[in-house]
């Protein structure tokens, strides 16, 4: 790893189930651009924490979603994996970034408006400031790049402003990143409701594609997936679900959207929705035993997670002490 290299930044919470949306809005192009980067990848538990975990889970599952990230293509070489705990820096800076961000910034989060609308009166305060702690990842590592899926665009830009008004305040502390979102694949949609982000916290089971489903589930899913009455296979903005399927296709295979469309011209949607279950399961089904294996060696995952954090830390550390210094905290 050479320090001339641009930096790449990005997170997962850590679940075991990690859905086809996180794959292809993220760690699919976490793969394809890490050659070119310095890369840190975390799975982002300190943030997990905003909804209710437990605790018997919780590590499992950072293992889990680490050895996911590995199955996936993501190369030692290139990148220092970790979990977000492990480097206490995370934390710290994130209490800084509280005191230079606003209340009414944070409020116009549609993630947290969402999110707070379904909770009431008991949301934990956690929750309002989830992307003070999730600039405070980015901004630790100087970094150049942070590939997510689209929902994440206006998160990415609270960390350009938070960056800009410390950098005003007190001199250049921070790199002011730019988000990475792919054309294709940024926002795949529920299959059973196919106007919303697909999640990992979906009201239908057969909504959501897990990297976990075996092959017979895969093909159940696509083949109920909500379409509309009509037969004529096109990308159009009345048929959200046909799209959505397409989009999965284009992501996957790097086929163009027209190329895809006439490649369907005559055929009925259930080609449509077999073949992308047929892709799918084809995709997933190397990505699930490799995941295995790395999961079958729990002290080597260990070994490469405390490496990981060792030397992300050493890199925060010299952006939290460069802030410490700037705000006139007492030297250490
Ligand atoms: P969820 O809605 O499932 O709780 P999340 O977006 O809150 O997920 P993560 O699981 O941490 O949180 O998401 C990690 C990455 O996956 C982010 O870059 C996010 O943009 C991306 N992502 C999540 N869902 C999708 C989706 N349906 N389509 C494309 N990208 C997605
Ligand atoms: N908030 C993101 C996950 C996340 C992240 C990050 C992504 C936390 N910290 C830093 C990129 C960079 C989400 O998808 N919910």
């Known amino acids: 790893m050479t320090?001339?290299?641009?930096?790449?930044?990005?997170?997962?919470?850590?679940?075991?189930?990690?859905?086809?949306?996180?794959?292809?809005?993220?760690?699919?192009n976490w793969v394809r651009l890490?050659?070119?980067?310095?890369?840190?990848?975390?799975?982002?538990?300190?943030?997990?924490?905003?909804?209710?975990?437990?605790?018997?889970?919780l590590a499992d599952n950072t293992l889990f979603a680490l050895a996911t990230y590995l199955a996936a293509g993501i190369n030692l070489d290139h990148a220092t994996i970790f979990a977000q705990s492990h480097v206490r820096q995370h934390a710290e800076l994130a209490w800084v970034l509280n005191c230079f961000?606003?209340?009414?910034?944070?409020?116009?989060?549609?993630?947290?408006?969402?999110?707070?609308?379904?909770a009431g009166e008991t949301i934990p305060v956690g929750l309002f400031t989830y992307?003070?702690?999730?600039?405070?990842?980015?901004?630790?590592?100087?970094?150049?790049?942070?590939p997510v899926g689209a929902d994440q665009k206006q998160h990415l830009e609270l960390t350009r402003d938070v960056a800009i008004r410390m950098n005003n305040i007190y001199g250049p502390l921070f790199k002011v990143p730019?988000?990475?979102?792919?054309?294709?694949?940024?926002?795949?949609?529920?299959?059973?409701?196919?106007?919303?982000?697909?999640?990992?916290?979906v009201s239908s089971e057969l909504g959501a594609?897990?990297?976990?489903?075996?092959?017979?589930?895969?093909?159940?899913?696509?083949?109920?997936?909500?379409?509309?009455s009509g037969a004529e296979v096109t990308y159009a903005p009345e048929k959200p679900g046909i799209r959505n399927l397409l989009d999965i296709q284009s992501a996957i295979t790097g086929r163009s959207i027209d190329d895809l469309v006439k490649s369907y011209s005559g055929k009925?949607?259930?080609?449509?929705?077999?073949?992308?279950?047929?892709i799918v399961s084809d995709e997933l089904r190397p990505l699930q035993e490799r995941t295995q294996q790395y999961l079958a060696d729990k002290g080597e995952l260990q070994?490469?997670?405390?490496?990981?954090?060792?030397?992300?830390?050493?890199?925060?550390?010299?952006?939290?002490?460069?802030v410490y210094g700037a705000i006139g905290f007492a030297p250490y």
């Open 303 to 322: 070994r490469i997670l405390r490496e990981g954090a060792a030397r992300a830390a050493t890199k925060a550390e010299a952006t939290l002490k460069a």
């Open 178 to 201: 730019e988000p990475y979102i792919p054309k294709v694949g940024a926002r795949i949609m529920d299959l059973q409701d196919p106007e919303s982000k697909m999640s990992k916290s």
């Open 101 to 118: 961000s606003y209340m009414g910034e944070l409020g116009r989060m549609t993630q947290f408006k969402d999110k707070s609308s379904r």
């Open 34 to 57: 890490q050659n070119e980067y310095e890369c840190y990848f975390f799975a982002v538990d300190l943030h997990a924490i905003t909804s209710r975990q437990e605790p018997k889970e």
């Open 131 to 146: 992307p003070v702690l999730m600039a405070a990842d980015i901004l630790l590592y100087q970094t150049d790049l942070v």
């Open 209 to 228: 594609v897990f990297l976990s489903d075996p092959p017979k589930e895969i093909e159940k899913k696509f083949k109920r997936a909500v379409t509309d």
């Open 3 to 28: 320090s001339a290299k641009k930096i790449m930044v990005s997170g997962i919470q850590p679940t075991n189930k990690l859905t086809l949306g996180n794959y292809l809005g993220a760690l699919k």
């Open 268 to 278: 009925m949607y259930g080609h449509l929705k077999v073949e992308t279950a047929t």
